[in-house]
């Protein structure tokens, strides 16, 4: 059974980081592309960014881009995402999810399996 288990969200002040872990079982991890989504209140989901199986490739939404790095690490079937520079814009429930075999990295369908997400909350 494909798990994907999201930590380390929180609240945090603008202008502040946190760091997301995503636990990931029940698959080859190694083998798979990844990547995070968002959903804010209210509104729909976001693709925030993506990592190719072996870590040599990633992308970000234009909103993240620059404040945002996401990693892997597949020895331990973990995926990371670094968040710097959070504004309450960026504040939303962050999901982990598996990328399946399409070749668009940001289209939201081409993720199969998605965790129960972690909140993210920014705000003064």
Do not use: H
Not at 16 to 37: E, N, T
Not at 101 to 112: H, V
């Amino acid at each position: 059974e494909v798990q994907l288990v999201e930590s380390g969200g929180g609240m945090v002040q603008p202008g502040g980081s946190l760091r997301l872990s995503c636990a990931a079982s029940g698959f080859i991890f190694s083998s798979c592309d990844m990547g995070w989504v968002r959903q804010a209140p209210g509104k729909g989901p976001e693709w925030v960014s993506f990592i190719d199986a072996d870590g040599a490739r990633t992308d970000y939404a234009d909103s993240v881009k620059g404040r945002f790095t996401i990693s892997r690490d597949n020895a331990k079937n973990m995926l990371f995402l670094q968040m710097d520079s959070l504004n309450p814009e960026d504040t939303a429930l962050y999901y982990c999810a598996r990328k399946g075999n399409g070749r668009s990295w940001s289209a939201l369908g081409e993720y199969d399996y998605w965790g129960q997400g972690t909140q993210v909350t920014v705000s003064s």
